[in-house]
């Protein structure tokens, strides 16, 4: 953030709380937005730990455990949901980076 951004609106009698909800607040919530959705992102798909988690209750399984268990299950109906969930997943993870490329905007670096 522009330190002269704050300055500049505290000089023109904004205060504290005003500036923070005023400058800093718009400045950085695309930042926020883009870190929250990778986050959301990257902990969809993660396997390690969730498969560690899971095996105390297979009943709170995320997507990638519960494709994983389907896999290692044998008939066609099994494999067949496998491949349907590993689709959304794909195409879950593809919208969220696609509005994560969308918000970060043309001029952004990280």
């Known amino acids: 953030l522009n ?5 500049a609106a505290a000089v023109l009698g ?4 005003q500036v923070i909800w005023e400058i800093d607040a718009p400045l950085l919530a695309p930042a926020v937005v883009v870190a929250a959705m ?3 992102t990257i ?6 730990a969730a498969l560690v988690l899971s095996v105390t209750s297979p009943d709170t399984a995320t997507m990638p455990v519960v494709i994983y268990r389907f896999f290692g299950q ?6 067949g949901q496998a491949l349907a969930m590993s689709t959304l997943l794909m195409l879950v993870t593809l919208v969220s980076f ?3 490329e969308r918000l970060r905007g043309e001029a952004a670096e990280f």
């Open 3 to 7: 330190p002269r951004l704050r300055e």
């Open 14 to 17: 904004a205060a504290p709380g």
């Open 38 to 40: 990778f986050a959301f």
């Open 43 to 48: 902990s969809l798909g993660d396997f390690g």
């Open 98 to 100: 696609g509005v994560i």
């Open 74 to 79: 044998p008939g066609a109906a099994n494999y």
